[in-house]
């Protein structure tokens, strides 16, 4: 006799993406989970085109919105010709032309000032389980916006940087300090 069918149904699994431009349905680092159980993603995407491109999909159960999420500050937006690129933070041209084409992809074509929401003030974004960051060195100032969030997310998916490709980021030690203290960080 199998217990699933005893249960009650599950509460959905609220997912909440940061930089939540699309690489391909099955490249989501929450895929995995979209298949097993029922999931409701939240996802923030700057990039106009990108945002737009991701809420014409009409996914059931998927919110997408074109916030700049931060530490609630004012920042400088660096949109790069390759729209995966584009950061609060600069890229750091220099060391990035020693590494095969990688300064062709983030050569900035338009800068703007931009005033960041934080996750803590976003009303959608309570009571969430899985938090994804895809923020080109933004991460510290994420996580800075979502204090009281963290306390309710199970895991914390993102890009951290061991080599400052993008100025004035945050390294890998600082990120998995600030996230959450006791927090163990696990590379795959």
């Not at 990039?47 to 996914?59: M, P, Q, S």
């Not at 084409?101 to 976003?122: C, H, M, P, Y």
């Not at 009571?127 to 060195?137: A, C, I, M, P, T």
Request: proline content about 7%; charged content about 20%.
């Amino acid at each position: 006799m199998r217990i699933g069918p005893l249960l009650p149904p599950l509460p959905p699994l609220k997912i909440i993406d940061v930089g939540a431009m699309s690489l391909g349905e099955e490249q989501d680092a929450y895929s995995p989970l979209k298949k097993g159980f029922p999931c409701e993603v939240i996802g923030f995407e700057p990039v106009t085109a990108e945002c737009e491109k991701l809420a014409a999909k009409n996914v059931p159960g998927h919110t997408y919105l074109p916030y700049f999420v931060g530490d609630g500050s004012v920042r400088t937006f660096y949109e790069c010709n390759s729209s995966m690129t584009s950061s609060l933070f600069e890229p750091n041209t220099a060391l990035l032309e020693k590494f095969q084409a990688l300064a062709e992809l983030t050569r900035v074509v338009k800068t703007s000032t931009v005033q960041t929401q934080r996750l803590d003030d976003i009303p959608e974004t309570a009571r969430s389980d899985f938090l994804k960051l895809g923020v080109q060195g933004a991460e510290l100032l994420v996580l800075s916006g979502a204090e009281s969030r963290l306390k309710d997310v199970l895991v914390i998916h993102t890009e951290i940087e061991f080599v400052t490709s993008i100025s004035s980021c945050a390294h890998a030690g600082l990120l998995s300090t600030r996230s959450r203290p006791g927090a163990a960080p696990s590379t795959r």
